[in-house]
């Protein structure tokens, strides 16, 4: 942390990030009606939407966890641009003694992180993937209906876990003053 650190700017900032909203991604979802018997052009609409919105709630998510560690401790431009995944974001919180991955509702998160990465890589659920282990979803499963008809429940998990994480970020700062 650089000498002029200013640990009020920081819990300010902090403050300031963690009330983006995801309420855009979830009007989106509300324009496609969800029902077993659509179409193939409607169930086409579905995957297209569930699959922008997982992406883009955990896109959000993952930036406003970087934004959050940015505030909090102030990284030089090079490890700010390392910041890149959640994986990178871990390992440099773990090093000022915060592990994301024992926050409580980080499980939660996970799901969606999984999810977004699958969608984004591969547009369905691939072999070996942890989503079949760990959340019970099937090899070649489109996430289109699953995605919509609980992005009520990702959203409340990425929000969770991005309010714990300010908490945690405020205490681990505290502990610093």
Same mark, same amino acid.
């Given at each position: 942390? /650089?000498?002029? %650190?200013?640990?009020?700017?920081?819990?300010?900032?902090?403050? +300031?990030?963690?009330?983006?909203?995801?309420q855009a991604v979830s009007s989106i979802l509300t324009l496609v009606q969800i029902d077993d018997q659509s179409d193939s052009e409607t169930l086409e609409? =579905?995957?297209? *939407?569930?699959?922008? &919105?997982?992406?883009?709630?955990?896109?959000? &998510?993952?930036?406003? @966890?970087?934004?959050?560690? @940015?505030?909090?401790? =102030?990284?030089?431009?090079?490890?700010?641009? $390392?910041?890149?995944?959640? !994986? &990178?974001?871990?390992?440099?919180?773990?090093?000022?003694?915060?592990? #994301?991955?024992? *926050?409580?509702?980080? +499980? +939660?998160?996970?799901?969606?992180? #999984?999810?977004?990465? /699958?969608v984004s890589h591969n547009g369905y659920v691939k072999t070996r993937d942890p989503l079949c282990e760990v959340y019970g979803w099937h090899v070649g =499963? *489109?996430?289109?209906?699953?995605? @919509?008809?609980? %992005? $009520?429940?990702?959203?409340? &998990?990425?929000?969770?876990?991005?309010?714990?994480? !300010?908490?945690?970020? @405020? +205490?681990?700062?505290?502990? #610093? !003053?």
């Amino acid at each position: 942390m /650089s000498p002029d %650190f200013d640990k009020d700017l920081a819990f300010t900032n902090i403050k +300031a990030f963690s009330t983006l909203e995801t309420q855009a991604v979830s009007s989106i979802l509300t324009l496609v009606q969800i029902d077993d018997q659509s179409d193939s052009e409607t169930l086409e609409l =579905q995957t297209i *939407l569930a699959k922008a &919105a997982i992406t883009s709630l955990y896109t959000q &998510a993952s930036l406003r @966890i970087k934004l959050m560690v @940015i505030a909090a401790f =102030q990284p030089t431009k090079k490890v700010t641009e $390392s910041l890149t995944n959640a !994986k &990178a974001i871990n390992s440099f919180l773990l090093n000022r003694g915060l592990d #994301l991955t024992s *926050l409580t509702k980080y +499980a +939660a998160f996970d799901e969606v992180r #999984l999810l977004s990465n /699958s969608v984004s890589h591969n547009g369905y659920v691939k072999t070996r993937d942890p989503l079949c282990e760990v959340y019970g979803w099937h090899v070649g =499963q *489109l996430p289109g209906h699953k995605i @919509i008809n609980n %992005f $009520s429940k990702y959203e409340l &998990a990425s929000t969770e876990l991005c309010e714990e994480i !300010k908490l945690s970020l @405020i +205490a681990t700062l505290s502990k #610093l !003053k």
